[in-house]
């Protein structure tokens, strides 16, 4: 046949069910994938984690299944595959235990981790508003930031990436073709022109609920930190922050009201020992360019006092030596607090 062996990951990888463990086992059982290809059902039925249903799926896909084709599948979707075997594919996501074999990349993935902005799917108005801020401090650091693309926070925190010209990466949990949510499609276009979008999940993988752990566990692989803006006690969110844990790295999350369903995720995680932050220099990332202390609102004294005297944002930017991308978010804080 001739593959290489990217090609017989990008195949097996292709088979719904096998995923990085089981490529693992497979590969420990036979040998070499090649040979594992090759293998009737009886024998791969041997391989733990290979049950009935997997070994009659892997037989009757195969015949097939093409890498050649699955890399012109994604060419198609503005795409390119890199297998952990190619020099391409990132050095922080061979921290994970198990790292997924084959990614899906549109646009391109950064050098170094950055940081996750995550949280729950139906966000409060402050809980939106303390995603964009953070995520524009963040930006306007050259940081990238790094989330889920589902719909409440993690929308936007890239759409305040985007805005601010930042570096974005969005981990899916659906293939590129099935998008999900499909109607973040449009935003998935402009966060590939600034970072990556990226996926596990071949052209044959159905979206389905297991995907979102999976994806998860690529968000916090591609970060040094997650921040938890908002999450309730069963959110999935939690998730995430449980990968960031079995990796060492830096959990932040954003307190509210006792009482706010919302928080009740972040509270559990600032028992457990995350960080607790209530702005964005308290993710200890580097020194505060503003220069100057906020203030409980959020936002400078001195900003509030440009604003309310009718300064435009770039005028503000100026007289405080501020990023513009931040001062836009204190605006928005702003602006939000006068409609509250």
């Known amino acids: 046949m001739g593959w290489s062996l990217r090609q017989y990951l990008i195949v097996f990888n292709m088979v719904p069910g096998i995923g990085g463990r089981r490529l693992i086992a497979i590969e420990k059982h036979f040998g070499s994938l090649q040979q594992a290809w090759k293998a009737g059902r009886?024998?791969?039925?041997?391989?733990?984690?290979?049950?009935?249903?997997?070994?009659?799926?892997?037989?009757?896909?195969?015949?097939?299944?093409?890498?050649?084709?699955?890399?012109?599948?994604?060419?198609?979707?503005?795409a390119r595959i890199v297998t952990i075997y190619d020099k391409e594919y990132p050095n922080y996501l061979r921290r994970?235990?198990?790292?997924?074999?084959?990614?899906?990349?549109?646009?391109?993935?950064?050098?170094?981790?950055?940081?996750?902005?995550v949280g729950t799917r139906k966000p409060s108005r402050v809980g939106i508003a303390q995603a964009r801020q953070f995520s524009a401090y963040l930006a306007a650091r050259?940081?990238?930031?790094?989330?889920?693309?589902?719909?409440?926070?993690?929308?936007?925190?890239?759409?305040?990436?985007?805005?601010?010209?930042?570096?974005?990466?969005?981990?899916?949990?659906?293939?590129?073709?099935?998008?999900?949510?499909?109607?973040?499609?449009?935003?998935?276009?402009?966060?590939?022109?600034?970072?990556?979008?990226?996926?596990?999940?071949?052209?044959?993988?159905?979206?389905?609920?297991?995907?979102?752990?999976?994806?998860?566990?690529?968000?916090?692989?591609?970060?040094?930190?997650?921040?938890?803006?908002q999450a309730g006690a069963k959110s999935g969110t939690l998730h995430t922050a449980d990968w960031a844990l079995e990796l060492g790295i830096d959990v932040w999350a954003i307190p509210g009201e006792v009482s706010d369903p919302l928080r009740q995720g972040n509270h559990s995680l600032i028992k457990q020992g995350a960080g607790l932050v209530t702005e964005p220099a308290d993710l200890l990332i580097g020194p505060n360019v503003k220069g100057e202390q906020q203030d409980d609102m959020g936002g400078s004294p001195r900003l509030r006092e440009l604003y309310a005297a009718g300064q435009s944002a770039n005028q503000i930017a100026a007289a405080l030596d501020m990023p513009i991308q931040e001062v836009l978010a204190e605006i928005s804080l702003l602006q939000l607090e006068e409609g509250s």
Not at 48 to 74: F, K, M, N, V, Y
Not at 96 to 116: D, F, Q, R, S, T
């Open 142 to 229: 050259g940081i990238p930031v790094i989330s889920g693309l589902a719909r409440g926070i993690d929308y936007h925190a890239h759409q305040q990436v985007v805005e601010s010209k930042g570096t974005a990466v969005a981990v899916l949990g659906s293939n590129l073709e099935k998008l999900y949510p499909g109607e973040h499609r449009l935003l998935a276009r402009k966060i590939a022109e600034q970072g990556a979008v990226i996926t596990e999940f071949s052209s044959k993988c159905p979206t389905v609920p297991g995907n979102f752990p999976r994806r998860n566990r690529i968000i916090a692989g591609c970060a040094r930190g997650v921040l938890v803006v």
């Open 42 to 78: 009886a024998e791969l039925m041997k391989v733990p984690g290979i049950g009935t249903e997997l070994a009659d799926r892997l037989c009757t896909l195969r015949g097939s299944l093409s890498p050649q084709a699955e890399e012109a599948w994604a060419k198609q979707q503005g």
């Open 96 to 117: 994970l235990a198990v790292p997924p074999p084959v990614l899906y990349v549109a646009g391109k993935l950064p050098e170094e981790e950055g940081i996750a902005v």
